[in-house]
């Protein structure tokens, strides 16, 4: 089992530290609000990444394999919301200029998994990978143990891009300089939305 985790986390470490939706959103909340306020949606997107990798892992993605048009509907509706939250982060003001400015929460977190179709892929890669029968653990077990290593795996990396958010930040809090922050930020998630649109 010590080797399955040590072979899960190498395959994982790319995948979980490249700039993708999850990332680069939580780097940009991270930045505009800071590490604590955005533990509500990571919570969030880390509950539905346990509960979604776990239903792959018993076989829910042959839903997508029986019904092609499903996932790319679930494409499509994840890229404008990924692409809906870049511009709402593209024309957002500095950290205090809004009243009404308030960091993602809890539901934001699950849809941001939820409309992810590339986390289904990564994940149904993974476990092709990774399933087997080791040292006589039934599958069952294996599949709890990966989807519990890569929600936690995940949950780090998502922290470190928080945290390198917030500290960046930090760094600039003129106006003009929080500004700039939050339209670099938009316009990444905005190519990150494309990138999932027709990648």
């Known amino acids: 089992m010590t080797t399955l985790i040590v072979?899960?986390?190498?395959?994982?470490?790319p995948l979980a530290y490249?700039?993708?939706?999850g990332n680069m959103f939580f780097a940009a909340n991270g930045a505009r609000f800071g590490l604590?306020?955005?533990?509500?949606?990571?919570?969030g997107y880390h509950l539905a990444t346990w509960i979604v990798?776990?239903?792959?892992g018993f076989g829910a993605l042959a839903a997508f394999t029986t019904h092609p048009g499903a996932f790319q509907a679930?494409?499509?509706?994840?890229?404008?919301?990924?692409l809906w939250?870049?511009?709402?982060?593209?024309?957002?003001?500095?950290?205090?200029?809004?009243?009404?400015?308030?960091?993602?929460?809890?539901g934001t977190g699950v849809l941001l998994l939820l409309f992810n179709p590339k986390a289904y892929l990564i994940i149904a890669l993974m476990f092709t990978q990774?399933?087997?029968?080791?040292?006589?653990?039934?599958?069952?077990?294996?599949?709890?143990?990966i989807t519990t290593v890569f929600t936690l795996n995940n949950f780090v990396a998502f922290l470190t891009w928080t945290a390198a958010g917030d500290r960046l930040a930090r760094q600039f809090r003129e106006e003009r300089s929080a500004l700039w922050i939050n339209r670099v930020f938009g316009l990444v998630l905005a190519g990150v939305a494309l990138w999932m649109a027709f990648g």
């Open 7 to 13: 072979a899960l986390l190498i395959f994982l470490l």
């Open 18 to 21: 490249s700039p993708g939706p």
């Open 36 to 43: 604590k306020a955005t533990m509500p949606a990571n919570l």
């Open 53 to 56: 990798t776990a239903a792959i």
């Open 74 to 82: 679930l494409k499509l509706l994840g890229s404008l919301y990924v």
């Open 85 to 106: 939250l870049a511009w709402s982060l593209f024309r957002s003001g500095s950290h205090d200029d809004a009243a009404d400015a308030s960091p993602a929460g809890f």
């Open 130 to 145: 990774f399933v087997a029968d080791e040292n006589g653990i039934g599958d069952w077990q294996v599949v709890l143990v």
